[in-house]
Structure formats: structure tokens, C-alpha cells
């Protein structure tokens, strides 16, 4: 039986003292140039990395043993939260202490990454106080929302941000239920926001079934989409090319190296264009990494600690 979603640790999230997502009166900071990567012909692999435990930097210490291209291409932050402040009635950006920790540092937690050419998304989840990316009561707060998180992105030179529709635990403190326009508003606000960013989404919850309202469709507003179960294959039921696209979901040390490897081979045997990993820790997991580069690039993994 597979495991549903992700095996998270939520406490944390829960218990630390709220910090404010963006600093009065801070100036950006600007994404270093990326450096040019060795070559690599091949789907592109996704990381997530749980910062309460792991760092990011993991991400870039995998390499593949023929001609040494990145393994792979875009981290993910996880996960800063969709928060609700009572006091205003409003949605509003949080970041636990081991989020702002990896923002506050993005010299060493970030750039390192982004100079190998490796993107960097930030993952925006649910914290079960009833704000969601699918209640918005107007536009115009989706469009507040939208802001708030594409100054993030400017101010921490980030490459873009990722929805997670989980944990909002919608009707908490008064919030409304899902409506239909509420993702849609926020969706296209961001992307005006930030056109040559990276949107993405990890395809569960009711924002992932509420892509269109009044006309307007955002499925092609989003740069990647994927299958939100480890260990399976479920193509994302939204309106994006195979390019975009992750039907193959593996955790890492929690997938088989053989259904990780399986997964790999059905993704390039049926044209799809993402490879989704989670939960990347500092161990040398090189064997299972090697499991699905093998198939996905007809190479071994290296680690280099």
C-alpha cells in the first residue's frame, strides 16, 4: 500500500513563534547568475527537501558519472505556510524558523545551488487555520496573496514558487469553504507578477481541481505539475504537455530502488518530461539515486559529501 501524500512532520510548523514573511522596508536580493551545467539529455529531476531536518545544499552534491551534469535541476524549499491572521481576516505568508533560516542565508543555502544551475522553488503549503489557496473571498485578496508571495521571490532571489493544497483545514477560524474562482485569481496574479518564473503545482487538494472560472483557464500557467503519491504513477489530470509533466513520484529511501527505477523507465518510454523526488536527507543516497538516473540518463549517480 502506498503511502498517501507526504510522511511530514508537522509539529514544528506548529509550535514556533510566527515570523514575518517579509521585512518592512528590505531591500531585494538578487539571484546569482547561474553557471552553465554540463549538458544533460533527459526528463527534469525535482527535489524536495524538508529544511526542519535537511539542507538544501543536498540537492547539489549528485551528479551524474557520465559527462557530470547536475542530477537534479529544481529544488524545493518545503515548505513555508499559508497562514491566517484573525485580527485582519486575511491570508498572509509564514515561515517557520527553519524557512526563514534558509532565506535569511540564501548565500550559502541558495546561490551555491542556483551557480550550479540548479533552480530553486519555494513550496507553500496549508497550516490548518482555514486559509487556502482555493477561499479567497475576492479577487482582490488573492491578488494581496499573490504579492506577498512574488516579493518573497524578489527579495530572496528565488526562481519560483510552488502550490501545495494540503493541511489548509478550510472552515477553521471562520474561513470559507473552496469556491471556484479563488485559484484561479491567485494563479493569474502571480504569474503577472513574476512572467519568467517558475509556477508549479503539486497536483492534490481543491486549488488542483479549480483551474478555470469565468472563461479563464491557468493550466497553462504553470511551468510543471505532478503526481502528488510516492511510489506510483498518476499522470496530473491538468492541461499541460507531456514536457511538464510528472506522473512518476518517488520518496527517496522510502521507494524501492526497483519501483523508483520502473517509474523512471515508464517516464521515458512515454515521453514525459519530470522526474518528481521527495524527502532528500545528507545521507549518501547515492544507490538510490543511481536506481532512476540509470533509466532516466544512462548513467550512475555520484555523491560527493
Do not use: C
Not at 514556533?16 to 538578487?30: D, E, F, N
Not at 543536498?58 to 537534479?72: H, I, M, P, R, S
Not at 477560524?173 to 479563488?182: K, L, R, Y
Not at 513520484?249 to 520502473?262: F, H, L, R
Request: no cysteine; charged share 15%.
Amino acid at each position: 500500500m502506498f503511502t498517501p501524500v507526504r510522511s511530514r512532520i508537522r509539529t514544528a510548523t506548529l509550535v514556533l513563534s510566527a515570523i514575518t514573511a517579509l521585512a518592512l522596508g528590505a531591500t531585494a536580493t538578487t539571484g546569482a547568475a547561474a553557471a552553465p551545467a554540463p549538458a544533460k539529455q533527459g526528463p527534469t529531476s525535482v527535489a524536495y527537501v524538508e529544511v526542519n531536518n535537511n539542507s538544501m545544499l543536498n540537492v547539489g552534491k549528485y551528479t551524474l558519472a557520465n559527462g557530470g551534469g547536475n542530477v537534479f535541476d529544481v529544488a524545493v524549499i518545503f515548505a513555508a505556510n499559508i497562514n491566517y491572521n484573525t485580527g485582519t481576516k486575511a491570508a498572509t505568508l509564514y515561515f517557520n524558523e527553519n524557512v526563514q533560516r534558509v532565506l535569511d542565508n540564501a548565500a550559502t543555502q541558495i546561490r551555491p545551488l542556483q551557480q550550479k544551475g540548479i533552480k530553486v522553488v519555494l513550496s507553500v503549503l496549508g497550516n490548518h487555520q482555514g486559509a487556502g489557496f482555493a477561499n479567497f473571498p475576492s479577487q482582490q485578496a488573492a491578488s494581496t496573496f499573490a504579492k506577498q508571495l512574488s516579493d518573497t521571490v524578489a527579495k530572496y532571489g528565488l526562481d519560483g514558487i510552488d502550490f501545495d493544497d494540503e493541511y489548509a483545514d478550510y472552515g477553521n477560524n471562520g474561513t470559507g469553504q473552496p469556491n471556484a474562482s479563488s485559484f484561479v485569481y491567485l494563479v493569474s496574479a502571480l504569474r503577472a507578477n513574476m512572467p519568467d518564473k517558475i509556477i508549479s503545482l503539486y497536483n492534490i487538494g481543491p486549488a488542483a481541481s479549480r483551474l478555470s472560472y469565468g472563461g479563464v483557464d491557468v493550466s497553462s500557467k504553470f511551468d510543471y505539475a505532478w503526481n502528488p503519491y510516492y511510489g506510483t504513477w498518476q499522470v496530473p489530470g491538468i492541461a499541460l504537455p507531456k514536457s511538464k509533466l510528472s506522473p512518476a513520484a518517488v520518496e527517496i529511501g522510502g521507494t524501492s530502488q526497483s519501483t523508483a527505477a520502473n517509474l523512471a523507465r515508464r517516464t521515458v518510454s512515454e515521453g514525459y518530461g519530470v522526474y518528481l523526488t521527495y524527502n532528500l536527507d545528507g545521507a549518501d543516497r547515492s544507490a538510490d539515486v543511481s536506481a532512476f538516473t540509470r533509466e532516466l540518463y544512462g548513467s550512475d549517480a555520484h555523491y560527493t559529501p
